[in-house]
């Protein structure tokens, strides 16, 4: 499965994925090294809620799996990464196209892997922000992801 995690066609199969590909959630940048990634949300009639604007569930999805799969690519295949945990606060009515960057740090990856160098389970938080169109953030959402060394790969 080591063609899956090349981010060009890990890209692309998310975008055919269909929690993202039927409302409308492109992840239009994944880069090479898996240290950043920008998801859009398009604005659809079937996104919208009853006040016209962004539906929240559709926004915390596009946030979703983005960090763990880029720890993932970035740590390795010695590692289980998941979802733990999160969060949204919404800070503003989200209208029009909405935008969220993921960033991972040299200090994110080597603070994780000396984390769980002894095979201890590790919960790194990481904050997205998400933005409209004018830069405005919209939403914030926390997200504690689960990392911890393979069995096979502990010490």
Sequence with gaps: MKW????AVM???LNFWPP??????????LS?????????????????NINNTQFGGTMFA???PIYPLML?????????????QAD?????????????????SDDNVNGIKAATADGDKHFPQFIVHIKDDSGQIVAEVNRTVYVRKKVKYRS
């Design 20 to 29: 993202f590909l039927f409302p409308g959630i492109k992840v239009a940048v």
């Design 72 to 84: 993932m690519g970035a740590l390795g295949k010695e590692y289980l990464v998941w979802d733990k």
């Design 11 to 13: 890209r692309r199969l």
């Design 32 to 48: 090479n090294d898996y240290r950043y990634c920008r998801v859009e949300l398009k604005s659809r009639p079937w996104t919208r």
């Design 88 to 104: 949204i606060d919404f800070i503003k009515p989200g209208k029009g196209k909405l935008t969220a960057e993921f960033w991972l």
């Design 4 to 7: 899956a995690f090349n981010p």
């Design 62 to 64: 596009m946030t979703d």
